[in-house]
């Protein structure tokens, strides 16, 4: 198998200091592959990118009506949000709505991703939660499916909790693949994660954004879903954060969401196109350089839309001087036509 192409450089001064090499695909919702690059048949784990999609059994339960949440809950359960005061607040919410408290979730605690959210609450002289933990809100949407459930919420991250058979079977029915247990493994959140191919992301997502091919429950569900997500972007990363900006430049066109070890996946909204990126070094920063060139070259983007995408498209860097010592910028790899 030849190497995936490089789809991002670091440059120091006038030289290549790195090449991170990825694989992307573009696919619409019967699975046709409309533009790609690298192997994309190669099973990733798609970590947080499919945040959406596990959070599917909130409607399919009843969750949802039971205990009455709202676009914000909806859209902190797609997140992986930096911690910030509206973040805690979602979070916390949903889990009084549910009869719940902190001590439920089982994603751990660690400081704030956002460095003013890190002062502050070290200021305050107080110590990081579950809350502050960038899953919380997908953990609180599980946690909520098993109170619809009526089951025992503990020990909700455990493959063998029906929470977890609930999300297996959501990510099965939208990405059209089997996910096995020989290709399995725990997020960093505690909850399993399943290898599948890159392309059946796209497609999934491509399905979430249409409907087709989805039950006329799930297609409701994911509309709501994203609806909620880019009617809220903050919620769903934070300040300066690639989705957020992204998402709010859009209006609600773009759908997208990062994973860890640089994972990339979401929906061109009015193109019903899905696509989904894997950056092999597993770098975000490089990651988000080639998703961004990606969105530029193929979402159509008006010229405040693209200020966004070339912002990250070409990251410059400085040291602690300030000197600019580099920069990181998508390759013309991803400088795609839609065919």
């Given amino acids: 198998m030849d190497a995936n192409p490089v789809l991002a450089e670091f440059t120091r001064g006038n030289w290549v200091e790195n090449r991170h090499r990825g694989a992307f695909c573009i696919a619409d919702p019967a699975g046709n592959v409309v533009a790609s690059a690298g192997d994309i048949e190669r099973e990733i ?19 949802l009506e039971k205990f009455t949440l709202d676009d914000e809950n909806l859209a902190l359960a797609c997140a ?7 973040h805690v607040r979602v979070a916390a919410n949903a889990l009084k709505k549910v009869g719940l408290n902190v001590m439920a979730l089982e994603c751990g605690a660690h400081p704030p991703t956002n460095k003013a959210a890190r002062k502050a ?25 098993a109170q619809a459930l009526g089951i025992d919420p503990a020990g909700y991250v455990k493959p063998e909790h029906e929470v977890q ?3 297996r079977a959501a990510v099965e029915a939208v990405i059209g693949a089997a996910l096995t247990e020989s290709k399995c493994g725990t997020d960093g959140c505690s909850i399993p994660t399943w ?26 569900a994911s509309a709501r879903l994203f609806d909620s997500a880019t009617s809220h972007p903050f919620l769903i990363a934070g300040t300066d954060a690639f989705d957020t900006e992204a998402m709010k430049a859009f209006d609600g066109r773009l759908m997208v969401k ?14 019903g196109l899905g696509f989904a990126l894997k950056c092999d ?13 990606l969105l530029k070259a193929i979402a159509e983007p008006d010229a405040r839309q693209a200020e966004v995408l070339n912002r990250f498209a070409h990251q410059t860097f ?5 000197i600019e010592v580099g920069f990181l910028s998508a390759t013309d790899a991803v400088n795609i036509s839609l065919r």
């Fill in 80 to 86: 992986s949000h930096h911690g910030e005061s509206d």
């Fill in 121 to 145: 609450l070290a200021d305050a002289g107080e110590r990081p939660s579950a809350l502050h933990n960038n899953c919380s809100g997908k953990h609180a949407g599980m946690l909520a499916v």
């Fill in 281 to 293: 070094d597993g770098s975000l920063p490089a990651a988000t350089a080639m998703i961004a060139g």
């Fill in 318 to 322: 400085k040291n602690w001087c300030g």
């Fill in 195 to 220: 290898a599948a191919p890159l392309k059946n992301f796209a497609q999934g997502f491509a399905r979430m954004a249409t409907g087709e091919g989805l039950t006329p429950e799930m297609a409701k």
């Fill in 258 to 271: 990062l994973g860890a070890e640089g994972v990339f996946c979401g929906a061109l909204r009015d193109k």
């Fill in 45 to 63: 784990f798609p970590r947080s990118a499919i945040k959406a999609i596990q959070a599917l059994p909130i409607f399919a339960t009843g969750a």
């Fill in 165 to 167: 058979k609930r999300v």
